[in-house]
């Protein structure tokens, strides 16, 4: 089994940064990738920045590139989401996310380990 704990949802401003982390822990060695979902009140679930603990790929949903950078730990098992410029829509709950990516297209990874999610509120 695998557990994500993430910690680091707050209350920000627009224009504000934070930075999310996700510890793992448990049987580890069980996925080669890890990632961020947000899930914001009537939209669907969408992923927002993923990455291969093997290598430097990275993946990130069009509307934060530029603005959040996903990074990893791997002596810590953590992996963490620093988002800046922080904007209206950036409010959801944001899910840490532990699964296979096959090297191929991001579309195709699959993640089946999730956190319970830590909040974050931009208000202007």
């Known amino acids: 089994q695998v557990n994500l704990m993430e910690s680091g949802g707050d209350s920000v401003q627009t224009g504000g940064s934070l930075r999310l982390s996700c510890a793992a822990s448990?049987?580890?060695?069980?996925?080669?990738?890890m990632g961020w979902f947000r899930q914001a009140p009537g939209k669907l679930r969408e992923g927002v920045a993923f990455i291969y603990l093997g290598g430097d790929s990275t993946w990130y949903t069009d509307s934060v590139k530029g603005r959040f950078t996903i990074s990893r730990d791997k002596s810590e098992n953590t992996v963490y989401l620093q988002m800046n410029s922080l904007k209206l829509e950036d409010t959801a709950k944001y899910l840490c996310?532990?699964?296979?990516?096959?090297?191929?297209?991001?579309?195709?990874?699959?993640?089946?380990?999730w956190g319970q999610g830590t909040q974050v509120t931009v208000s202007s």
């Open positions: 996310v532990a699964g296979d990516w096959y090297g191929r297209s991001w579309d195709d990874a699959h993640f089946g380990y």
């Open positions: 448990g049987h580890t060695v069980m996925y080669n990738a």
